[in-house]
């Protein structure tokens, strides 16, 4: 089962702690619904706009305390209702989910403040998480690090399916990494929980725009499971050649950190 927090459930809240073992499927929004203050929290009704939220892979225990800590009865006059909805992980709506449970606020918000933009982290200030999937060198910490990263919330071994590596970008290695589609194809890397400040930091080292353009992309865990996560890839897919020795060095460290050598195969 999936739920969609928006809240007091979301990374860095005073309730995240029930989802602290959760697995986090990545960063979405929902539509057909508006956000409301509610004086410390807030919550969703049906409306016109889009909420953003944090989705986590749960169980039916979790479940049944969230739906305590909601008031969720399954009452008419319940605080809130515990629904399922579709959520979406990019602009385009080409990744999503169904049926993930949202809970929406079963009162009257006449006079409540309305939060513009529907995400609650970024209105109150708050850190916002993303999935990231790293791949090439910056499955090496010592990478990370020089380019501003200071700490990675969660970390887990993923792969990408469909794509293969190739090396066309030029960088101060000779060429660097880039994702090309191949239906026969496999990416290793990891999949990193980091604050939207990380990524950021990361924009400035990938030249954002200029060089490279944040997509979302479906990846796998070793046990099969699929997150959503924003990855660097250029659309420029001319002039490829091999990886400098010292290029290719700096990713086999970084893939051997976990991977322990399975994933040499993939383009190196």
């Not at 203050?37 to 169980?59: H, I, Q, S, T």
């Not at 660097?176 to 924009?203: F, H, R």
């Not at 353009?213 to 001319?238: C, H, I, P, W």
Request: glycine residues 8%; aromatic residues 14%; contains cysteine.
């Amino acid at each position: 089962m999936y739920i969609f927090v928006y809240g007091s459930l979301r990374y860095g809240f005073e309730l995240h702690h029930y989802l602290r073992r959760a697995r986090f499927v990545g960063l979405a929004f929902a539509e057909g619904y508006d956000m409301f203050n509610l004086g410390g929290y807030p919550g969703v009704v049906k409306g016109e706009g889009r909420v953003w939220g944090e989705v986590y892979e749960v169980d039916e225990r979790t479940i049944s305390i969230l739906d305590q800590i909601e008031d969720f009865k399954g009452e008419p006059d319940d605080l809130y209702v515990r629904e399922q909805t579709r959520v979406y992980f990019d602009e385009k709506r080409s990744f999503y989910l169904d049926n993930v449970f949202l809970y929406r606020y079963n009162q009257d918000v006449g006079d409540k403040e309305p939060i513009v933009g529907g995400d609650y982290s970024r209105w109150i200030r708050m850190p916002v998480i993303t999935n990231y999937f790293a791949y090439a060198e910056n499955t090496n910490y010592e990478v990370l690090e020089e380019r501003g990263v200071r700490e990675v919330l969660r970390e887990v071994n993923a792969i990408l399916p469909g794509y293969r590596l190739i090396f066309n970008i030029p960088c101060k290695y000779g060429l660097c990494a880039n994702l090309k589609e191949d239906p026969e194809g496999k990416v290793c890397g990891y999949i990193y929980m980091l604050t939207e400040d990380s990524l950021n930091s990361l924009d400035k080292a990938e030249e954002h725009i200029i060089k490279y353009l944040r997509r979302v992309v479906k990846v796998q865990d070793q046990e099969g499971k699929t997150y959503f996560a924003v990855a660097y890839l250029s659309d420029f897919k001319e002039n490829s050649g091999p990886p400098s020795p010292q290029y290719k060095e700096i990713i086999i460290r970084g893939l051997n950190r976990r991977w322990k050598g399975e994933c040499l195969s993939t383009g190196l």
